[in-house]
């Protein structure tokens, strides 16, 4: 698939990293476009590309922003009618200790009304960035889950195709609304990587008897 990355930071580079090993073809725009070309330099394959006109012609777009950059770094795009947008972020306060929404609405539903013509699909918002880049594999048969949402088929099976592309598990977690379940869900999971000491090596995962 035809992928672009908005954002170069830890889960942007993560991105990028994971989406070219698995023969995607990926390019990357950043606020910051020096720092673009460095996440494209380090992985062969991958180009950084302007902001304007990033989602042409993509199967995809994964939104690698903070969630307070998300509704302008998108429109920053342009031309996102149609279009796939893989929603990872989390409406963190700014100790990441807490969320700024929740019950009523998500950061994913809120983005959905501001780029009404995108297909918005909530995806890896529990997967750290160095479960990302290091991989989905963590040994003895164990996969990190990615849990997706969305409104839209064409969304949950285009998240759901990228994610088991790269090694990961998927669970089908319903429509865009269940993305306030799934931001609380990151939110335990960053307390217990940081607040309880377990470090970033974890993951949140479902299991059933067969």
């Known amino acids: 698939m035809k992928i672009t990355v908005v954002g170069a930071g830890n889960m942007g580079a993560a991105f990028v990293k994971q989406l070219t090993r698995a023969g995607h073809q990926v390019s990357v725009t950043a606020r910051d476009g020096a720092k673009a070309a460095q996440v494209a330099a380090a992985n062969p394959g991958a180009a950084a590309v302007p902001t304007a006109g990033a989602a042409t012609g993509a199967d995809a777009v994964v939104l690698a922003t903070g969630y307070g950059d998300a509704v302008d ?9 149609g279009k796939v947008v893989i929603d990872i972020t989390n409406p963190l306060t700014a100790d990441y200790m807490g969320l700024t929404l929740g019950q009523s609405t998500s950061a994913a539903e809120e983005i959905a009304k501001a ?65 306030r379940y799934l931001e609380p869900l990151a939110g335990l999971n960053i307390y217990l990587g940081y607040g309880a000491g377990l470090g970033t090596s974890i993951a949140p995962t479902w299991i059933s008897k067969a």
């Open 73 to 81: 770094a998108l429109k920053s795009l342009g031309g996102l009618q």
């Open 115 to 179: 780029v009404p013509g995108a297909e918005v699909v909530k995806a890896f918002n529990t997967v750290f960035a160095q479960v990302l880049a290091e991989g989905a594999d963590f040994g003895e048969g164990k996969k990190v889950t990615v849990f997706y949402a969305s409104d839209s088929e064409r969304a949950k099976q285009t998240a759901s195709a990228l994610a088991e592309s790269m090694g990961f598990k998927t669970v089908d977690a319903g429509g865009l609304k269940n993305s």
